[in-house]
């Protein structure tokens, strides 16, 4: 057996050292290589580069084959909205009994302060939510609320980095980027994944939420929304039909040959095809974003004609976008309620000052136009393939920062919601302790939230992998575990 003074001998530890190099050389090329003992065979994602988003099969049994995550960016406060605790009640105005929890992101924080909104029962199933975002409450029935959340920053950007890609660090690819990269699209005249900016604004972490990292290109969101569609799809008016179709074939030979030049060049692979794909969109976006097509019945429910809150009608007008876009075939949407060119909560739910004021200014934006985006889905039977996600970075504390009337950062316990695409409903998994403060009960990880939005879509998330760098990378890392409690 080695002793530690034995690496005192200069012969003894140089030898040990080069044995030591070989050995993790060796682990390195048997792992990427997919030898490890219990390591699952990874996916051979077979990319088409002439249709590199076309629709493959998912490998497994697939509940969903669409996602509509809506985001709201700023950290919703699930102790106002979703997670209600009777305790924060009773102890109203008292210190945290955790001396640790009384400093925290943005330091000394005061007292306990109970739910700012009166929570009630809704549905048949009774679930207590708050009066905040009635309408949303109102499909308590068709929710999987997740309790348990945690994550691993405290801080928006990476945050939302987490959220959106299961890393705090740049320059991983999203989830919508994951996805489509496994299953491509079924309407090749559109993208396969599209995010959709907030109104207002994008969020703070921006194109990180919707980027492809080190996968190809071609599968990073294509981000536009109602009131900002796609620019440049039309040609100039001065260009005549034919001489515009003789441009576009004498680019596609040219294009070609350089391709077979440089056929290992993804970049190139995804600038050509992103041209290709203009041109289909020229026509197939331009009719899929004219919501004028849609009745006054339907502008109505979703609040797209509200002139009293002009930015509640632009986000409606985003919502009627999604299912436009999800019933066209587009297999990842991403919509986003929430962005951060105004400042801290005040075009999003980052409530530290003053929580309650700028909650109901939120609120009134994604309560009506959301909830009215999945009835519609499920009145149209769109949620038998459709898997909803509901999220946010963090939660919120039980107790108002010192000397202000809202809440700080919470990444121990918080809440979000799933819907629709094989998901059981209603439900609520998992808890946080008795002022909302930490996930107690069935710990749910920013990994396993990821495995299961995967596993719904027919996709092992330990074999959906990518070797980067000398790394076999996944959405996961090399964590996280399926929430099969919540799938039907």
Same mark, same amino acid.
């Given at each position: ?31 990427? #290589? ?18 590199? !988003? ?10 969903? %084959? ?13 102790? /106002? ?49 708050? #009066? ?24 928006? @950007? ?26 491509? !699209? ?118 797209? /004609? ?43 739910? #980052? ?9 109901? %200014?939120?609120?009134?934006?994604? /309560? ?23 999220? =946010? ?21 918080? =809440? ?19 002022? @909302? ?7 749910? !990880? ?5 495995? !299961? ?9 330990? %074999? ?16 996280? /575990? ?7």
């Amino acid at each position: 057996m080695l002793k530690l003074s034995d690496l005192l001998d200069r012969r003894r530890f140089l030898a040990c050292t080069r044995s030591g190099l070989g050995a993790i050389a060796l682990a390195s090329l048997l792992e990427r #290589d997919g030898l490890l003992a219990g390591q699952p065979e990874p996916y051979d994602i077979a990319i088409d580069p002439a249709a590199p !988003t076309a629709a493959r099969r998912p490998p497994g049994r697939a509940r969903a %084959k669409q996602v509509l995550m809506i985001f709201c960016s700023g950290a919703l406060s699930h102790i /106002d909205t979703f997670d209600f605790k009777p305790e924060l009640v009773k102890r109203h105005g008292q210190p945290m009994p955790d001396p640790a929890a009384r400093v925290t992101f943005q330091g000394e924080n005061g007292n306990i302060a109970q739910p700012l909104f009166r929570f009630r029962p809704r549905g048949e199933c009774g679930k207590m939510l708050s #009066d905040l975002l009635p309408a949303l409450g109102e499909l308590a029935d068709d929710w999987c609320f997740i309790h348990s959340m945690t994550t691993k920053s405290n801080t928006h @950007g990476p945050g939302e980095n987490c959220m959106s890609t299961g890393f705090a660090l740049d320059g991983f690819p999203s989830v919508g980027a994951w996805v489509t990269y496994a299953l491509g !699209t079924e309407n090749q005249d559109l993208p396969a994944f599209v995010a959709i900016p907030d109104p207002r604004g994008v969020p703070q972490a921006s194109i990180n939420n919707w980027g492809a990292g080190f996968l190809p290109s071609v599968f990073q969101g294509t981000a536009f929304n109602a009131d900002k569609p796609i620019r440049h799809l039309l040609p100039p008016r001065s260009l005549a039909r034919g001489e515009d179709a003789a441009v576009r074939e004498l680019i596609a030979r040219l294009n070609d040959e350089h391709l077979r030049r440089f056929p290992e060049d993804s970049e190139l692979l995804a600038r050509i095809n992103s041209y290709r794909l203009a041109a289909r969109m020229q026509l197939s976006v331009t009719e899929a974003a004219d919501l004028s097509r849609e009745s006054r019945t339907v502008v109505r429910e979703y609040g797209a /004609d509200c002139r009293d809150n002009p930015t509640k009608a632009s986000f409606a007008r985003n919502c009627l976008l999604a299912r436009r876009l999800l019933e066209r075939g587009v297999r990842f949407v991403q919509l986003f309620n929430g962005a951060y060119a105004m400042g801290e909560g005040v075009g999003n739910w #980052d409530g530290h000052r003053k929580l309650e004021p700028q909650y109901r %200014k939120h609120a009134a934006i994604l /309560d009506q136009p959301a909830a009215a985006l999945l009835r519609d889905l499920k009145r149209r039977g769109m949620l038998q393939h459709t898997l909803v996600v509901f999220c =946010t970075e963090f939660g919120r504390m039980p107790m108002f920062q010192k000397g202000a009337s809202g809440r700080d950062h919470n990444p121990l316990g918080f =809440t979000c919601m799933l819907m629709g695409g094989g998901v059981r409903s209603p439900m609520s998994f998992g808890a946080t302790d008795e002022l @909302g403060y930490k996930a107690v009960q069935d710990t749910v !990880t920013i990994h396993d939230f990821h495995a !299961t939005i995967l596993h719904l879509l027919g996709i092992d998330h330990r %074999k959906l992998s990518v070797y980067h760098n000398g790394v076999r990378r996944r959405l996961t890392d090399v964590h996280g /575990d399926v929430i099969r409690q919540v799938i039907s």
